[in-house]
């Protein structure tokens, strides 16, 4: 995919977790999520931390499609929020075309997978994971703190 495509994709990630484009499966337990304080903002996100708390305590009732959903929708919507806050300084790109020209993470991150399909690339030459700061959060707790995660860029850009 290019680049365009992928930032595109991730969009609708987003788009799709703030329940503004029509699915067939919704994020699980969205009334616990306050989508009107979803703004695209950094701050947003610690209304997605309170969120993703909530899904934690309630991880054993999804389905893994749910899970699945939720991580890119959930990952898409915080690195939408990084990138739109900074837009000329991210963007989405597979981890099939980022890990060619990179050989020296692969041992770092070994293979594709739910955590690692899509970076979030800073130039110039930088890379966060959003899906898998997502995963953490679901499987370790609130110290691994999405909203904290996305304040932490702000460093690179003052």
């Not at 703030?18 to 999520?33: H, K, N, Q, T, Y």
Request: hydrophobic share 35%; glycine share 6%; aromatic share 10%.
């Amino acid at each position: 995919m290019t680049t365009d495509e992928m930032n595109s994709t991730f969009r609708e990630f987003a788009l799709m977790f703030l329940g503004r484009l029509p699915v067939e499966e919704d994020i699980p337990f969205a009334e616990s999520l306050d989508r009107s304080a979803l703004d695209g903002s950094i701050d947003s996100l610690k209304v997605v931390d309170d969120y993703l708390a909530f899904v934690q305590a309630n991880l054993e009732h999804l389905t893994e499609s749910e899970y699945n959903n939720l991580v890119l929708r959930c990952g898409g919507y915080m690195g939408e929020c990084i990138r739109m806050t900074w837009p000329a300084s991210y963007d989405w790109i597979d981890y099939d075309d980022y890990m060619p020209s990179h050989p020296q993470m692969q041992n770092l991150l070994p293979e594709r997978a739910l955590g690692t399909c899509a970076l979030l690339v800073r130039k110039p030459d930088g890379m966060i994971l959003p899906l898998n700061k997502v995963l953490r959060f679901l499987h370790e707790g609130p110290e691994n703190s999405v909203h904290y995660f996305a304040h932490c860029e702000s460093q690179y850009h003052q």
